[in-house]
Every structure is written in C-alpha cells, then in structure tokens.
C-alpha cells in the first residue's frame, strides 16, 4: 500500500515553462491576475489550486502546469499541488473533499476514474458522484510496440502478422506491463480477447523496468505510452506495430491503427479537469470558458505536441458522458482480467 506524500507546491509566471527534451519544472512566481466580469469569479487575493495526483515531471504534471499558466490572465493565480500516491487516489480524493467554491480544481485520469475504481477494493472516493467535470485536456495515443531484433527474426511486420504468428505459435509470445491492473495490462488483455490469441502477461514494478524487458528481449511486445515509446521508435530499437486510436496519429503518421484490424479497438490515455461535486453550475462554465480557451491556443497545441499529447477541449457533459463510457469499458476489462491492487 502506498502512503501518502507530502504535498509540494509551486506557482507560475509569465515565462514559458516546458522543453520538448525536459519534464522536470522549475517553480517560478506569477502576479495575480484579477478576473474582469463575471460576478461568480473567485476574489482577486484569493489563488486557485490545482491538484495533480502524481509527482512532479511527468506529462500529466507539465501539462497541468502549461494550463495554469494558460489561465492565469482570466482565473488569477494558480498553483500546483501534487499530491501522488495509492495509484492516483490520494490526490484526487483530496478534490473530491475539497470546498466547492471553485478554488479547488484537479486532474481526472483514465487510471482515477476509468481503472481504479475496478481495481481497488476500497475507494475512498466515488468516481461517478464525487466531481463536476469541467473538461478534458488530453488524449495521448498508446502503442504496440515489439523489439525491433525480435519483430524481424519473427517477420512480424503488422498487426495482422502478430496475431498470424499468435495462433500459429500458441503459448510462445508474452508481454510487460507496468504492473497488474495498469492501463498496458488491461490494452493488452483487450488485444488478446478480441484477437482471439494467447500471450502471457509479464508484470512489472512500473513502466519503465516494462520497456527496458522490451529493449532487452525478454519479452516480446507491449502497450506503452507513445510519449514514452516514442525516442526508442525513432532509434529504431521498437518496432511500432499499431497505435491504438481508431484513426492514425500525426505523431506516427505511417503506423495504422488498430482498429484497421481489428474493428473499433480503442484504448487511449487521457486526463482533464473536475472540480468538487457540489461546485455551484455557473462556477463550472466559468472555469471551463477558461480552461478551454487555453487548451485551443496555438501555443498550447505546439506545447502538447513536444509531449505527443493532443488538446481536447470539450464541454463539462461531454467529459462527464466520456468518462461515464470510460468506466463502463473498464469495468468489463479489470473484472475479466481478475487483477486487484488490495
């Protein structure tokens, strides 16, 4: 069981705050900025926070940090609190108690309110009726991936030539995740279901030991991050086999999905913004009018795209109808795969 962190907080200024080779970010000091109409806007000597529910530097954490600054001309000061810890859970139900008075802003994950309401035994939140969905932020495509080596020894070209191979070969191919239960686990177990293929699952203790299994051969494909994916897809050390949206991506324009093969796969990570549940409805239109317009900024979109991460603004239903269907599809995934964190 994981414990608690201490929370870590940091607030932003007009300067620019991400590298395409970096993830870690410096804290900087931003002057307030005072909202200029709307009467239900939060007092000018008050700040909002944001709660990120993992550790500072990862892609979820730069791009909560790219919307505070995105923000600050119409919502004022915004500070980030990562609060990580027990796979998400702990910071997000910190936003699940948090005063509705619009102050309090966090980030919902495919893992928080898609996975681990499956997964876990005990929540200490409810992903359904805890929150008010403000937007998404962010799809990010996953990817099968093989060894480069392994993918030609095998001829394995496409998707269709894995699973040639699969059902030829039964019970020889196996597969990492970052650990039972994680979203490379349950992509994986979804390939195979819907394949009709067998692979053994390899879980390890995180994403990164998975990928360097992978790089070193001793297994033979996973579901991994294309952020994370990506150098070693350029290096030529990963065979990208499909990406899992149901159309092509500009950060991998010449890999299919897929949904080519096999019709309407879809398995994609993303994150966007809730607030408390009781957050009064107005409130909510106004942190959406700002966080959507910051997600359409063209420098937004040239930020994301460092972190091969695509902008998706939407309204505050649209996102909580997206999620809604998100947890429905998982719930089938987590209770077919058996896989539970306590």
Do not use: C
């Not at 991050?225 to 065979?239: D, E, H």
């Not at 991998?252 to 796969?265: Q, Y």
């Amino acid at each position: 069981m994981m414990h608690p962190q201490p929370a870590t907080r940091q607030i932003f200024s007009l300067a620019s705050l991400v590298t395409a080779s970096a993830l870690v970010l410096g804290a900087f000091t931003a002057t307030l900025a005072a909202p200029a109409a709307a009467q239900t806007a939060a007092p000018a000597s008050k700040v909002m926070r944001l709660i990120v529910p993992y550790a500072p530097g990862g892609p979820i954490d730069v791009t909560a940090r790219l919307m505070a600054e995105g923000v600050k001309d119409t919502l004022g000061t915004v500070i980030i609190e990562n609060r990580p810890g027990a796979g998400g859970n702990i910071g997000v139900d910190a936003v699940a108690k948090a005063a509705p008075d619009g102050l309090t802003v966090g980030i919902a994950a495919v893992a928080t309110h898609a996975i681990n309401p499956w997964l876990f035994s005990k929540m200490p939140y409810n992903a359904a009726t805890d929150f008010a969905p403000i937007t998404q932020m962010v799809r990010v495509p996953n990817v099968l991936v093989m060894n480069a080596d392994t993918a030609r020894r095998l001829n394995i070209n496409t998707l269709a030539d894995l699973i040639s191979y699969a059902k030829a070969n039964p019970a020889k191919l196996n597969y990492a995740s970052g650990g039972n239960g994680s979203a490379g686990h349950l992509a994986g177990e979804m390939f195979k279901a819907r394949a009709g293929i067998f692979a053994l699952h390899i879980p390890y203790n995180g994403g990164n030991p998975a990928q360097l299994a992978l790089l070193s051969g001793q297994v033979d494909f996973n579901f991994d991050n294309l952020a994370t994916a990506a150098p070693n897809i350029r290096s030529g050390k990963l065979k990208a086999i499909a990406v899992t949206t149901l159309t092509r991506t500009g950060a991998l324009p010449d890999t299919p999905p897929m949904a080519d093969t096999l019709k309407g796969f879809a398995i994609d990570t993303w994150w966007g913004l809730v607030a408390p549940a009781a957050t009064p409805r107005d409130v909510v239109a106004r942190l959406n009018q700002a966080f959507v317009g910051a997600l359409n900024a063209p420098e937004t979109k040239t930020r994301f795209a460092t972190l091969l991460a695509e902008p998706v603004p939407t309204t505050p239903d649209e996102f909580g109808a997206f999620m809604k269907g998100e947890r429905a599809k998982y719930e089938k995934l987590v209770k077919a795969t058996g896989a539970r964190v306590d």
